[in-house]
């Protein structure tokens, strides 16, 4: 299938960055829901289908900053809204290595983009697993930093204080590389934390040098929670990849979360409420179709977001505004909030016990164009093993891991807090 | 209750207040934006992604805005918390970029404050609830007339992200008139405090909670039971932007209530506009009828810690203390006091001047002469700030008698605020220097020869005659002479 034929790019266009830098030379796809000055920015919907942004992403400031040639804006699910990039109103993507099936999402596009050569490396933006879940679809590397170590600034938010911007690449270094251009503390995002005064002991050196393959001595907890709800042969993939840690000397370890079966509904509590607000600027004033509506501009406003926003971006935006009424907040957002608290507490003892831990990255092989759209609730458990990540904050990469049924097998890694060296370094060693 | 019903019962109002002050700050409270508007600025030029709401844009807290709140907290002897942190407010408004408002809920700046005010010769005190900050939409220009009747809305966001303060008070006031004091007090504190300007348009609006209750349920100390309070129908009245108006909106609404209530109709609980031009409250169309803001923590903003920024933030002398300690120190009486600490600046300008010459005549030339003519100009204190000196020298010219207070008055002062000019050059142009005695004392005489009339009406006891021929000897003179000694000195020449 040729290439065209992914649907990888919602705009295809050339952004050149600078002639020098630790990326020069190499071409990046950024996910279409990273504000890029003069170039539309859809986030996958019809609504922002003419918005031009007129200032960059902090991120792209930096690619740009780093030398890299961005090629194209990756098509993702309606603004990041889905798991298998069939949400976007650009028509899904499909998954390079088998074009009948999904690339995973919402960062599906620039997954493919990878997979497909499309670009070298790509950035995208994970808020309950959204590059990990593409990566591991696709048989790339995708990272999901620590909350606080990319800044936010000019991505267009669904759940802001879940998100991240994370690098996909082919290889663990090649990742971790561009993470180092990417990350670090910005004035523009109060929520932007300096790693080396954030946690003690902060190790020198690049992300990138961290991927060395040692994995000597390091203890590795393997969540078996996580595994136990994972399809047979991905247990299969994971389990030789975790034996192969082992026989390169790691030290492996069973821990239990016992918080993350909760963790799902807890994830899509919180995540709908905040899109719920952060969807509501979108009311046909500024963007998406407006004008021509007599009467009440409230009237006015639900036709515009009736017209502008897809299904599944609707039924988000429902639940959220009903997680957060009067007389259903305490039951629900308040609960959810509840809920990360556990998770949080959890990882932190599971750290205690091991460096690293590990798991599936998505518990099923990708399903096929079309056969889950019907079914939402199988969609959002297929995000139990990415989603308690991202609800306590911390760092994650999703590295291939083999095959099964010739499709490609993600394995996860999670660290503490800020410990993305840790997590690159133990996914390196999986590459060998 | 007693068996009277409520409509046979003497009533009385309840009210409280939510006022909100925009914040004299540089930037805008999560954005570089200024937020001083220029003169014909364009609409929507003075933005940036963050305070349009783009997508993507996020805020980063001022902390001079956190600062200025800190200061209110102190002058109002409110609680200051260990952290404070801001929640999104939902609500969809076509002047709100983000459909949002990010402001504070749970966890506000300021807490249990209190301000005193001086109500008809009475000392009351005022609690304030709570205080906090949160940004100010931008604004909706109807074309063609209200909202109700333009063709078309269009949205400025240049003042989006201005930052606000709403200070909510408990319901103390029981009358229009507190409130018309209270805001004044307030205003005032607040200009002390350097944050906040009230020439600014839009700079203090209003909200205003009313209910009436019977009279005899509010105790001598002005005190009314909980579940008195809470039986009340109160309507909220919205759109007030000035004392007057808080004044007059409300005595609307006492006047409105007690006609319902003595007719036997219930008050409703209700949101009204004030319409100023028309001087009515009008009922508001329900649809405000249940608020349900969907308040939740805004995870873009980390809580700040601001435990110790009461004891570091120092606040000026304020308004009530500096009035004393000028009664005090200087001997000033109650009206000079008054009018020499009706605002920081008029107060610091006459502290100077006293520093240098009689306390008693520095309060003469700032209170009465200088207030006075800036006041007729329609000027400020402070466009005449830097000019101190020059208005300490007119004082010293009359202080060692170069000058006679009228001409120093007259003259020389109004063409200090008019022309610019600075005392000696306008003295010099109008040769005004104190006549001398000589000078003085052939025009005494040539009025007595010059107006035998006068002379004889002043031996008959007409007491005009004198004040005549005072007029004619400072006329002579070119004003230059002091009335006072030319009023002893014909009376001496008259009396031989």
């Not at chain 1, 299969?236 to 990849?241: C, H, K, L, P, R």
């Not at chain 1, 004033?285 to 406003?301: I, Q």
């Not at chain 1, 458990?381 to 083999?402: C, E, F, K, Q, R």
């Not at chain 2, 929507?44 to 956190?66: H, K």
């Amino acid at each position: 299938m040729a290439d065209a034929d992914l649907n990888v790019f919602v705009t295809e266009e050339r952004i050149e960055g600078e002639d020098d830098g630790p990326l020069a030379g190499k071409t990046v796809a950024v996910k279409d829901n990273l504000s890029t000055e003069g170039v539309r920015t859809t986030c996958g919907s019809a609504m922002l289908d003419d918005y031009v942004p007129p200032y960059d992403a902090t991120v792209v400031r930096r690619l740009k900053g780093a030398g890299a040639t961005i090629v194209g804006k990756a098509n993702m699910d309606e603004f990041g809204m889905g798991g298998t990039t069939e949400t976007s109103a650009y028509g899904p993507t499909r998954n390079p290595v088998d074009p009948e099936r999904v690339p995973g999402g919402s960062s599906g596009g620039s997954a493919a983009a990878v997979a497909a050569g499309e670009a070298d490396l790509a950035l995208g933006t994970d808020t309950g697993g959204s590059v990990r879940n593409p990566a591991a679809f696709c048989g790339v590397v995708g990272i999901k930093p620590t909350y606080g170590l990319v800044s936010r600034y000019g991505l267009v938010a669904y759940a802001n204080s879940l998100e991240q911007v994370g690098p996909l690449a082919p290889t663990v270094e090649g990742a971790a590389a561009l993470l180092d251009a990417v990350a670090g503390p910005d004035e523009r995002d109060g929520t932007t934390r300096d790693p080396t005064e954030a946690v003690d002991d902060y190790p020198d050196g690049s992300y990138a040098d961290a991927a060395d393959g040692d994995v000597d001595g390091t203890t590795i907890g393997v969540v078996s929670d996580l595994v136990e709800g994972a399809d047979e042969a991905v247990v299969g993939a994971f389990e030789d990849a975790i034996a192969d840690l082992e026989s390169q000397g790691a030290e492996v370890v069973d821990v239990s979360l016992e918080s993350v079966e909760h963790a799902v509904q807890a994830y899509y509590v919180i995540a709908m409420s905040e899109a719920s607000s952060n969807l509501a600027r979108y009311d046909g004033v500024r963007y998406g179709k407006s004008g021509g509506y007599e009467g009440n501009w409230n009237d006015a406003f639900a036709r515009a977001r009736e017209e502008g926003f897809g299904p599944e971006v609707k039924r988000r935006i429902l639940l959220g505004t009903y997680a957060l009424s009067a007389g259903y907040h305490d039951k629900y957002y308040k609960k959810a909030q509840d809920a990360r608290a556990w998770v949080k507490q959890d990882f932190d003892e599971a750290l205690s016990e091991a460096d690293v831990l590990a798991t599936p990255t998505m518990p099923v092989l990708p399903p096929k164009v079309g056969d889950s759209l019907d079914d939402p609730l199988s969609l959002y458990l297929m995000d139990a093993n990415t989603v308690p990540v991202n609800l306590a904050n911390l760092p994650a990469i999703s590295v291939p891991a083999g095959e099964a049924e010739g499709l490609p097998v993600g394995l996860q890694l999670v660290g503490p807090k800020f410990g993305e060296h840790d997590i690159v370094r133990v996914a390196s060693a999986v590459e060998n | 209750m007693t068996a009277q019903t409520l409509e046979q019962r003497d009533l009385a109002a309840v009210i409280g207040l939510e006022v909100h002050v925009q914040l004299e700050t540089d930037t805008k409270i999560f954005c570089g934006c200024s937020t001083e508007a220029t003169e014909d600025e364009e609409p929507n030029t003075r933005t940036c992604p963050t305070c349009l709401g783009l997508p993507g844009a996020l805020p980063v807290l001022n902390e001079g805005a956190v600062e200025a709140a800190v200061k209110i907290g102190k002058a109002l002897d409110a609680d200051i918390p260990e952290e404070t942190s801001f929640h999104r407010k939902n609500y969809y408004y076509p002047d709100l970029p983000k459909n949002f408002q990010i402001t504070q809920y749970d966890a506000p700046i300021c807490r249990d404050g209190r301000i005193e005010v001086e109500i008809e010769d009475e000392r009351r005190e005022i609690s304030i609830r709570r205080a906090h900050l949160e940004e100010d939409p931008g604004s909706l220009q109807h074309a063609g007339g209200s909202i109700d009747t333009a063709d078309y809305t269009l949205v400025n966001y240049n003042r989006a992200g201005t930052p606000l303060m709403e200070v909510v008070t408990r319901p103390d006031f029981r009358s229009p008139k507190e409130t018309r004091r209270f805001l004044a007090k307030m205003e005032e504190v607040l200009e002390y405090l350097g944050v906040f300007d009230a020439t600014r348009d839009g700079s203090l609006r209003v909200d205003a909670n009313i209910s009436m209750v019977p009279a005899d349920e509010v105790a001598e100390d002005g005190s009314i039971a909980e579940e008195t309070l809470e039986s009340a129908n109160r309507t909220e009245v919205k759109n007030i932007s000035s004392h007057k108006g808080a004044e007059k909106a409300l005595a609307y609404e006492v006047t409105r209530q007690k006609n319902a209530i003595k007719r036997g109709r219930a008050v409703e609980q209700e949101t009204r506009h004030w319409d100023e031009s028309r001087g009515v409250t009008v009922s508001m169309r329900s649809k405000e009828e249940e608020k349900d803001y969907r308040y939740f923590r805004e995870a873009d903003l980390p809580p700040l810690r601001v435990s110790g920024w009461k004891e570091e933030i120092p606040i000026p002398e304020l308004p009530d203390a500096r009035r004393d300690r000028f009664r005090e120190e200087y001997g000033l009486d109650e009206e000079s006091a008054d009018k020499l600490t009706s605002t920081k600046e008029v107060a610091d300008f006459y502290e100077e001047v006293a520093e240098r010459f009689d306390p008693d005549l520095a309060a003469t030339w700032v209170a009465d002469n200088l207030l006075g003519e800036l006041n007729y100009r329609d000027m400020r204190i402070t466009d005449v700030t830097d000019r101190l000196d020059e208005f300490a020298r007119l004082v010293e010219l009359v202080d060692e008698g170069e000058i006679t207070t009228k001409n120093a008055e007259e003259v020389v002062l109004r063409r200090m605020l008019d022309e610019g000019e600075d005392p000696d050059a306008v003295i010099e142009a109008e040769g005004l220097g104190t006549a001398d005695d000589d000078e003085v004392a052939v025009a005494v005489s040539e009025a007595i020869d010059e107006n035998p009339d006068a002379v004889e009406d002043y031996h008959a006891g007409e007491g005009g005659a004198l004040n005549f021929l005072v007029g004619q000897v400072m006329g002579k003179t070119g004003g230059s002479a002091d009335p006072g000694d030319v009023n002893r000195l014909l009376r001496e020449r008259l009396e031989d």
